[in-house]
């Protein structure tokens, strides 16, 4: 096979620079950290022992033997992966005796092996096949009476095949589900001949535990766990790396491909983000970049109510632009504006708000961080001065604590929730703060120190209650807040915080958890030496998101965990590029990097690049655009790569929203819900079909290069750029790292960005300028970002929701992800993940559902102030009586139906984690879903004859 495979060092590196030894193999001198393997030493200097149970990802184990050397004055013949360095140590490799004995291993491993080699889906990257010719295996003289030749194949996951015939029990998938992934799905059964790898109590994969990430099939030697992409099409032939476009963790991915054809995607062992792990997700669920559902030609129509009709590129351009031309002829220059993606990259995103800015002329742009994480930009701009978390993700291996917050990182950052898992495994304590029982709770050889079940809303009481104890018990670190914050705010804070209607006994009655639990909570927090504290939407979409994440900030900076490994502050950002998408300037009173439009300097600064006049009045925000086309003074929008007709609040009055609009423009890979209220449809480009950066969660800026030409015969970049021409704004990028270089020179925590510099590195973290060349893992190490360098405390007073229980709705309703689905589902939709995740669900607790006759699978209409759907009930103690959940990843749920207008005070991110309701049981959809229903299938029938009106 001509592909480079990397390097496989056999065991684990060893992180022991201070602590080196020297020792002698095979006649040459080599230097290692102590602890490190004589195998991987060897490797180092590119001698390769032979190994099949080793491999560099997991633990060595020890157990084929293959790996034997002879060390000068030992006694035997050590596992070479077992074996630690020493100092003068004299290790020999191969010689007659050690080749006899290798020999002899393989003759028995082959002896039960099929000889099918040639028809073997891994042949040309099998390790088995690539070991007996590394031992000079000829023959297999045993002849064995029992094997396991006949063994029956698994095939019930979609995704790869597990054949125990060809399994050696070499422990690789097993090592590799406990200690990459921490599910423990996997164990090695009976003994002896009997020995064989077994999916939990001997299921098939697709009913045991196994969350499908892929490890076992990576850490695999031979075909016996084997990804189904391969046995169809063979073994690639290249590969490209890549960054996943999924969640915000941003795993580095090796693109596996034949041609422009993606075999399959490999975590790459030196991703930075993902250290060569991934989830089912990022490995897996690529197919939907060639789904039959894509749209690759332009498509234009009068109304809503006509078929698509297929146009030229040229054609669907100057169209869009005349259009949005003729509405500001019209209703006046802020009648359009446009939304950025993030799930599109850095260059697409700077690109689409510099049209709205320069080529509309306005600052009506906006972006999805709207509804999930403005007020993560808002807290953390106010009280550390930068819009962004503090750590890198390798930072929680230092943790002692670790409090998460509003978040389910297994199921929405499940490469990092892997990671925080094995933290916890070492002895890190875990404080959860969520209404519902998340999986980190329950997950194998993890104990939950804390799990605060607070009522939904009631964030700001909880956090407060906790500060209140640091503050009344004197377990402020007073070193840390006098050398690094503002202390006359500090003062402030403690006099407001130690009020009595903040303590734990005042918010028992709030929070519903015991007093006694928020103080232990609270001490263990405060007293270790490294607490972390992460959270996600649970935290930001209230009515007082900001208010918490201030609270969380202030917490933090009152207890001295901030600036150093372990702690920190750091919100779990949703999408790929959510947090890239607000670095470029994608909110209506920002422009990149986070600087005012007012700002004079600032104001001047891009006047002077884009060459035009700029807007110095802060734009609409999304909930205001949708206001203003009701009103009828926002009658054009240019949406690229968002679906806010699934994903925004009380989608009913977004849908009038849309339909009251004279053009809406939507760049997409497919028909998403927005498309369906479209006029002019603009193919884009999947991540596998572009080049340019996303920055993820930790601020990592990692490159996402292209491996196939778009299908549509343009990247989204390219899209933009065609649009701001045709509008008379020019543009005349050649290259995404045209892009960046603008990016660079206008943007203070952005000028050492180069693509030059991401390719040297592999990824880098902002800041990255002249103080910081290199990127920067972490963040106020020796002063915060603020004007004068302080962390700022700010008083968080708790106000209830104005969404209340009553009678009428006596239950509150709360949303979230699964593992399976990402998002709006658009994409993993159209992959086999609907394997696991067919349906958005409601979950119930047993009492409710008992109360209203409901079992699992029925049938219940779920109705709020704002509207009311219907979903299929799952009856479970998951989450407290008098609340319910479920997820949004399918538009036919309606499950936005049902959310209100209720928003954030600082930003207007909406209040999706609290909706009052009430559960009844139904036997048909609702009226919304029938109607909805009807539309979709119109809108279908639209698409279908596109082809006839070309």
């Not at 999916?199 to 990576?218: H, I, K, L, R, Y």
């Not at 009068?302 to 005349?322: G, L, M, P």
């Not at 300028?769 to 920067?776: I, S, V």
């Not at 909406?910 to 009844?920: D, G, M, N, R």
Request: hydrophobic letters at 35%.
């Amino acid at each position: 096979m001509s592909i480079n495979k990397e390097k496989d060092f056999g065991t684990p590196a060893r992180a022991n620079e201070n602590n080196m030894v020297t020792l002698e193999i095979d006649g040459f001198k080599v230097t290692a950290p102590a602890g490190t393997s004589v195998m991987r030493a060897a490797a180092s200097i590119g001698i390769e022992i032979p190994k099949l149970c080793a491999t560099d990802s997991i633990e060595p184990f020890g157990s084929c033997r293959l790996c034997v050397v002879q060390i000068e004055g030992g006694r035997g013949m050590p596992a070479s992966c077992t074996t630690p360095v020493a100092e003068g140590l004299k290790v020999v490799t191969q010689n007659k005796k050690l080749a006899d004995v290798r020999r002899g291993i393989m003759e028995l491993y082959i002896s039960d092996h099929p000889l099918d080699c040639l028809t073997c889906s891994a042949n040309g990257d099998c390790e088995l096949q690539d070991m007996a010719g590394a031992v000079g295996l000829r023959e297999v003289r045993y002849n064995p009476v029992e094997t396991h030749l006949n063994a029956v194949k698994d095939e019930s996951n979609p995704y790869f095949s597990f054949d125990p015939s060809k399994c050696i029990v070499c422990s690789r998938c097993v090592r590799a589900c406990e200690e990459t992934q921490g599910t423990f799905a996997l164990t090695i059964d009976g003994r002896g001949f009997d020995s064989k790898v077994s999916p939990s109590q001997n299921q098939a994969f697709m009913d045991s535990e196994c969350v499908s990430c892929g490890a076992c099939v990576q850490a695999c030697p031979t075909a016996t766990l084997m990804e189904k992409s391969v046995i169809d099409n063979g073994q690639p032939e290249h590969a490209i790396v890549t960054t996943c476009a999924y969640c915000g963790v941003g795993c580095s991915f090796r693109a596996e491909m034949k041609g422009e054809q993606v075999i399959r995607m490999v975590p790459a062992k030196d991703g930075k983000a993902n250290h060569g792990h991934s989830c089912v997700k990022g490995r897996f669920a690529f197919g939907y970049a060639t789904h039959k559902d894509r749209i690759t030609k332009p498509m234009i129509r009068a109304s809503i109510h006509d078929a698509w009709k297929e146009v030229s590129w040229e054609e669907a351009i100057n169209h869009a632009a005349s259009e949005l031309k003729r509405i500001q002829a019209k209703y006046g220059k802020d009648s359009i504006g446009g939304l950025t993606s993030s799930r599109c990259t850095n260059e697409e995103a700077y690109l689409v708000q510099k049209l709205i800015r320069a080529g509309f002329g306005n600052n009506n742009v906006d972006t999805c961080a709207r509804v999930c994480h403005s007020p993560t930009g808002y807290g953390l701009k106010q009280t550390f001065g930068e819009s962004s978390g503090t750590q890198d993700f390798d930072s929680v291996m230092k943790a002692d604590v670790i409090l998460v917050m509003g978040a389910n990182p297994t199921d929405g950052h499940p490469v990092f929730g892997s990671q925080m898992k094995k933290r916890l495994r070492q002895g890190a304590k875990l404080i959860v703060i969520d209404p519902r029982e998340i999986d980190l709770l329950k997950s194998p050889h993890i104990k939950t120190s804390h799990h605060l079940k607070l009522r939904p809303s009631t964030n700001v009481s909880i956090i407060n209650a906790l500060g209140y104890v640091v503050v009344t018990e004197n377990l402020v670190d007073e070193e840390f807040v006098n050398a690094r914050c503002d202390v006359a705010s500090f003062e402030k804070w403690r006099k407001f915080i130690a009020e009595e209607h903040h303590s734990p006994e005042a918010a028992e009655a709030i929070t519903g958890v015991p007093a006694a639990e928020l103080r232990a909570a609270a001490r263990l927090y405060a007293t270790a030496n490294n607490a972390a504290i992460y959270y996600g939407l649970g935290v930001t979409e209230h009515s007082q998101g900001s208010t918490t994440v201030i609270g969380i900030a202030n917490l933090a900076m009152a207890t001295g965990n901030l600036g150093h490994e372990g702690a920190g502050v750091n919100p779990l950002r949703g999408q790929n590029n959510v947090q890239g998408s607000c670095d470029m300037g994608s909110f209506p009173h920002e422009l990149p990097g986070y600087r005012h439009v007012s700002d004079p300097a600032t104001h001047q600064l891009f006047e002077n690049a884009w060459q035009t006049k700029l807007s110095t009045e802060p734009g609409l925000r999304i909930p205001n655009m949708f206001e203003a086309a009701l009103d009828g003074s926002f009658m054009g929008l240019y949406c690229e790569g968002e679906d806010i007709a699934q994903s925004d609040p009380n989608i009913k009055h977004v849908h009038a929203a849309l339909r009251a609009m004279e053009c809406v423009i939507v760049q997409d890979i497919f028909l998403n819900e927005t498309a369906k209220f479209a006029h002019v449809f603009l193919p884009g480009a999947s991540f596998l079909e572009k080049t340019g950066t996303f920055t993820n969660a930790e601020r990592r800026i990692s490159p996402v290069r292209q491996v196939m030409r778009p299908l549509a015969g343009y990247a989204d970049w390219e899209v933009t750029q065609l649009l701001s021409n045709a509008l008379g704004y020019p543009m005349t990028y050649s290259h995404p790292s045209e892009i960046m270089e603008e990016i660079a020179a206008l943007t203070p925590s952005f000028h050492g960005v180069s693509y030059d510099k991401i390719d040297e590195m592999g990824s880098i973290q902002w800041p990255c300028n002249e103080e910081t060349p290199d990127g920067t893992p972490i963040m106020h190490t020796e002063q915060f970002m603020r004007d004068d360098g302080k962390g700022l405390f700010m008083l968080t007073e708790y106000v209830a929701t104005a969404e209340k229980v009553t009678p009428m709705f006596p239950l509150i309703l709360t949303t979230g992800r699964i593992l399976s689905q990402y998002n709006v589902g658009a994409q993993t939709r159209r992959t086999e993940n609907v394997a696991w995740h067919s349906e958005d669900r409601l979950e119930i607790h047993p009492h409710d559902a008992e109360d209203r006759g409901v079992v699992t699978g029925d049938w219940v209409g779920i109705k709020s102030r704002a509207g009311e759907t219907v979903l299929r009930a799952l009856v479970t103690d998951k989450v407290q009586p008098g609340i319910v959940y479920t997820t949004f990843h399918f538009p036919e749920s309606g499950a936005n139906v049902i959310t209100t207008d209720n928003s954030d005070w600082a930003t207007n991110c909406p209040e999706y984690k609290v909706t009052a309701v009430q559960i009844t049981k139904v036997l048909k959809p609702s009226e919304w879903q029938q109607s909805y229903n009807d539309f979709t299938e119109q809108q279908l029938e639209f698409l279908e004859q596109r082809k006839q009106h070309a």
